[in-house]
């Protein structure tokens, strides 16, 4: 993973990635993950009709810099330490698009830190309708603007890495 990740590293800027936690006990990591910050809410994986999260980019708090934690489910990756003659490749392809799509948001998340200081963790009441709006906003364009930071190196898998994060 760290040889991994350093290649893609010459692609995407992961300067401010805090670390990667790969879990057999995904959702346990997820929530035990440390934010940084007292009394936010747990993390937790997408779960819903088609979309099973297997990976999560979470924005972190260390000392006074925002930084960015990777948590990967170890069954996705599992297939990256395996040899060229064991792996099968479309899996590797597959696992290969999602860490760099997890990559990407690192480099997204330290973009919107310098563009917009202190909104990524903002924890400030808003109304109902106008959280929604945030969040959705929020959503679309990060899973956009990571989806085009992470294509040079996903290029050639059949199912692409938002799908499956």
Known sequence: MIALVHEIGRYIDISTLDGITIAVGYDAALRELDRGIEGMRPEERTN???LIGVGKAV?????????????LLADLVCVLALTEDERNMEDFRVALAIVAHECAHVEENAAR???????LL???????VRLLERQFAEAFWCEYAVCRISARVSRGTRNSASERT
């Open 48 to 50: 819903d009709e088609g």
């Open 59 to 71: 924005v972190v708090k260390r000392e006074e810099e925002i930084k960015t934690h990777i948590v």
């Open 113 to 119: 830190e310098r563009q917009f200081p202190g909104t």
């Open 122 to 128: 903002d924890q400030t009441p808003a109304g109902y």
